[in-house]
């Protein structure tokens, strides 16, 4: 098992206080800063762009884990990697050609993620994750934080989680949704090695306390 990372998404931060909550954030130990990015269309939802990525890139020395959920994302990726992305990860069914959107990712410096809904099978992916530097399972509908997260997708984090092991590759196994104290320990369990919470630590009296014991999770 790698070393739990940990990704607070700025989808649970207050809004009015974005620079703040981002740096308070940078402060308590968090590896990873996640950006969702949402058009209205792939998802029912508007959130963030570019410009808000390039903002909040000097308040921050974490890793920009910017997540699009957006259709045509092919056509957005270079705005986000100059806007100062360090990983950018496309849904698979937003895209007709993942190799090919992997390589243009790469080809602008970033690291390649690859995410999947719920109701998306894992061998849909499974060819193509050699590919990428991450892979993201969505462990509720995205669209909204503060959902409650889906029990059933461990078996689907387990099987990535194999898939990964055999290829013997570099590749993170990433969580997004409902990840809070009381259940981190279960995609852990499963495989997963970065964790997304929103809610679990952009709401908690101490966030830091909370990256801590997320890190700290036994298992």
């Known amino acids: 098992m790698k070393e739990i990372i940990i990704a607070p998404s700025i989808l649970a931060a207050d809004m009015a206080n974005l620079g703040r909550d981002v740096e308070a954030v940078s402060n308590c130990g968090a590896d990873f800063l996640h950006i969702d990015i949402m058009d209205g269309h792939f998802v029912p939802n508007l959130s963030y762009c570019a410009d808000t ?114 290829l013997g590759k570099d590749i993170r196994l990433e969580v997004d949704g409902g990840i809070k104290l009381d259940n981190i320990h279960m995609p852990l369990e499963h495989g997963a090695d970065v964790i997304v919470a929103g809610s679990a630590v952009f709401k908690a009296k101490s966030p830091a306390e909370v990256v801590r014991k997320m890190k700290e999770t036994k298992i």
């Open 53 to 166: 990525v390039r903002a909040i890139r000097p308040i921050s020395k974490q890793i920009f884990d910017v997540h699009l959920m957006i259709e045509n994302p092919k056509a957005y990726i270079k705005s986000f990697a100059e806007a100062g992305a360090d990983l950018i990860t496309i849904h698979a069914e937003a895209v007709s050609d993942l190799k090919d959107i992997a390589d243009k990712i790469h080809s602008l410096g970033v690291k390649a993620g690859v995410s999947i809904k719920p109701k998306t099978d894992a061998s849909e992916i499974l060819d193509y994750i050699k590919y990428f530097d991450l892979v993201l399972v969505m462990t509720v509908e995205p669209g909204f934080g503060g959902q409650s997260y889906i029990e059933d997708m461990n078996k689907k984090i387990a099987v990535l989680r194999s898939a990964i092991d055999d």
